[in-house]
């Protein structure tokens, strides 16, 4: 058996994503959306997991972080604060040829070159208007009146919530430095250039810390949370020679931030962000505690001071972590001078746990035993909760086929020994072996063996 990774495509991935039901066009029926999009079966219980992965690693794991679900509308002065309305924008310029528009960054190679010496990738041509500022945050109102005072936003990150939080969480949770706030939650950009399948869409979802930390501390945190988060990418079974941390120049930082490194992954279009890590310093409390009136500080008890804390915060996207996961999973492999398509991925990840499936469909008692089987899985694997389907739709060969190429970790085919033995073959994805297994003994089996 042959196991070579092959390069994978885009195409190979969307072309997976469709067919299986992982991710679809949004409004596909009307011509689609763009750049927005929706997950079909498969890819809900993947997206599922993976949130629950870093649910698991950044709360449940440790007890210097919480938890928060906040809103995605906010009050307008939150993004004044947050200097989204003045500063979260995009330069764009129009070809003055092909009429197309273009992110002045893109032509100038992040301002590399002058606008001057830029092509346009559509029609050649070297003529462009004058750059103007384009702000990427969607508007809509508040309550029946559509006028500019009932102008609100769909928030274009999560963190904000986070921090006018701050005091609401310290006050309820009793919270020491230094200490976090984790969400996971969805977010809005109108985005100018998009495009790559799910990777820059229009609506997508963050997984945010903020971490709260003493000012001198900051940079230690800072460095703590790249190791953390690069682990946590491997830890879950991304090759780490497909990551790599790209730390940002001075003239690239954001408003807010003193110091950003950038996880980056080998996309077949190229190394880019998965995840940013960044040192806010104090900037948002400062400006939420200017723009509200509150106080939003930390009161040490040894040394009887107040403190505004320094925010070191690790921000993620679930939809691009989700595609890496997809394409770094993705194998070919020949078995038995035949193309097996594999999505290996982590235990924890994969859509589906177990799939049962009746060697025979149309033997009675097979199909009741199998769907027995299936019922007692489904309660009691793990506590339940893990996905367990019953399938007998093909042929059993096509049926392995199928569940590998969505990443199911066991098959377990029920047979007409089985009804006399009580045993039934238990398949494993990577290995492809087969092991009989006591229908008594096959929720512990199952359940050790998909024990994180
Ligand atoms: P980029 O430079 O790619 O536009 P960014 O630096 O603006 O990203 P952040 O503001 O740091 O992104 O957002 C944190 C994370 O949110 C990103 O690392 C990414 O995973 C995710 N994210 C941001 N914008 C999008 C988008 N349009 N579509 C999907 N995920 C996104």
Known sequence: MAKAKTETSMEKITSLCKRRGFIFQNSEIYGGLASTWDYGPLGVELKRNVKEAWWASSVYERDDIAGLDAAILMHPKAWQAS????????????????KKRFKL?????????????AKCPNC??????????????????LGPVEETGSQIYLRPETAQGIFVNFNNVLNSTHKKLPFGI???GKAFRNEVTTGNFTFRSREFEQMEIEYFVRPPEANKWYKYWIKERFDWYVKLGINPDNLRIREHKKDELAHYAKACADIEYKFPFGWAELEGIANRTDFDLKQHANLSGKDLNYFEQDSKERLVPYIIEPSGGVDRTMLAFLIDAYREEEVRERKRVVLGLDKRLSPIKVAVLPLLKNRAEIVKLAKSITDDLRKNLCGGGKRVVYDDTAAIGRLYRRQDEVGTIF???VDVDSLQDKKVTVRQRDSMEQERISIENLKNYLGEKLQS
């Open 105 to 117: 960054e893109d032509l100038t190679e992040s301002g590399k070159k002058k606008i001057g010496q």
């Open 182 to 184: 984790a969400q996971i």
């Open 411 to 413: 098959c377990v085919t």
């Open 83 to 98: 200097g989204h309305v003045k500063s979260f924008f995009d330069l764009l310029v129009d070809c003055k040829n092909c």
């Open 124 to 141: 050649a041509g070297t003529s462009f208007t004058e750059q103007r500022p384009f702000n990427l945050m969607f508007k809509t109102f």
